[in-house]
């Protein structure tokens, strides 16, 4: 997971490069229309970046009642093994 978290750590900051530098593009030619432009790559950023912090979180989330209801189950396993006196 954390070399996959790396490489899109990696990914990310390039396409911010050339986002900026295409912005800085676009300003030398229309300030007005790169203005609008740098607005709306921060609003999706942003929504973006709330969208995959939601979605860790409730995966986190997720786990953990998983690995409590194996811990649970586990358990309850162990209290009711039959525990008897073997005559054979």
């Not at 203005?35 to 999706?44: K, Q």
């Not at 942003?46 to 009642?65: C, D, G, K, P, W």
């Not at 586990?74 to 006196?85: E, I, R, T, V, W």
């Amino acid at each position: 997971m954390k070399s996959f978290q790396r490489k899109w750590e990696g990914l990310e900051i390039t396409i911010i490069t050339v986002i900026v530098l295409l912005l800085l593009l676009l300003a030398y030619l229309n300030w007005a229309i790169a203005t609008l432009a740098l607005i709306i790559v921060v609003a999706a950023y942003l929504v973006n970046y709330n969208t995959l912090h939601n979605r860790r979180r409730l995966a986190r989330e997720q786990f953990s009642a998983m690995m409590k209801n194996v811990t649970q189950a586990s358990n309850f396993a162990l209290q009711n093994l039959p525990m008897g006196d073997c005559s054979c």
